[in-house]
């Protein structure tokens, strides 16, 4: 699985893959999950922090998706900003160099896989090599709580904004998480992921990662 990064420069590359892609979303959010907010008629998981800004990252396999995220600049609208602004205490992060992650998604098929790498490790990587490239120092994430030993157990430094709180039955808090080549390399290593993963179809050379050797970040 490569891990192809689609921004509005390059998305006339992606048209039919991003239309797939916002109804695999529908599937797994509205029908899977059961997050009826989301919920449209033309059975498309598209939400108001789907903009000209958003970055996807899509784990490919040929032309079909098997993992995904959503990147979303800080500066920009965010689910922190707008929707759960009470999770952080001292108020939302508005900074050029954090961007909130959201949506990340495995495939049914695909989850729970022992062998490595896996695809979830491979996506969760992905994001933090994208934020090394361009040059971020943080993400933001709101998440469910039963994410949090996760994201250090992958070697993650991951801060609470606030206190948790219930979100439709579900413990939900933010958090931030430190971008640094040693996070990076901390899940290449735990997780079996040989190395970079991005794909830059049509992008600027010069934000591409630089980063070639997990090993070598610590
Ligand atoms: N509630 C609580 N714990 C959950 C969970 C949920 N909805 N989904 C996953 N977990 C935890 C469980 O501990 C699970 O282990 P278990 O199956 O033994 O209970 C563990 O994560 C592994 O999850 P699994 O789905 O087997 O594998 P994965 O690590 O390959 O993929 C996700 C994890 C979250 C990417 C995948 O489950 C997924 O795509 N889910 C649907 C989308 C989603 O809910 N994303 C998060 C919100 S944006
Ligand atoms: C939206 C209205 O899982 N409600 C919305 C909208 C909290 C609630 O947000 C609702 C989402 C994982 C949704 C749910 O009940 C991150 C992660 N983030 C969630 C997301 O939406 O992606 C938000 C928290 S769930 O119904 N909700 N959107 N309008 N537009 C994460 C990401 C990166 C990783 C690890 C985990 O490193």
């Not at 916002?22 to 009826?36: M, P, S």
């Not at 491979?122 to 709101?142: D, K, P, R």
Request: glycine content about 6%; some cysteine.
């Amino acid at each position: 699985m490569d891990v192809h990064v689609i921004r509005h420069d390059n998305r006339h590359l992606y048209s039919q893959i991003l239309e797939d892609y916002f109804r695999l979303r529908h599937q797994i959010y509205v029908v899977e999950r059961k997050w009826a907010e989301l919920e449209r008629p033309d059975k498309r998981e598209v939400d108001q922090f789907d903009t000209e800004e958003t970055v996807y990252l899509l784990g490919l396999e040929g032309r079909s998706i098997i993992a995904g995220m959503r990147l979303v600049p800080t500066t920009a609208p965010t689910l922190l900003s707008e929707l759960f602004p009470g999770l952080s205490l001292n108020g939302p992060v508005r900074r050029t160099d954090v961007y909130e992650l959201s949506r990340i998604f495995v495939v049914k098929n695909r989850r729970g896989e022992h062998a490595g790498p896996r695809a979830e490790a491979v996506i969760q990587a992905a994001a933090m090599e994208y934020g090394l490239s361009i040059g971020l120092s943080a993400f933001t994430i709101v998440l469910e709580s039963w994410w949090l030993p996760r994201l250090l157990d992958q070697g993650w430094v991951a801060r609470p904004l606030g206190l948790p709180i219930e979100i439709d039955s579900m413990s939900t808090v933010a958090v931030t998480v430190e971008v640094n080549e040693r996070a990076w390399a901390e899940i290449c290593l735990r997780r079996s992921v040989p190395g970079p993963v991005l794909v830059w179809q049509d992008l600027p050379v010069i934000e591409r990662s630089a980063l070639r050797e997990p090993f070598a970040a610590l």
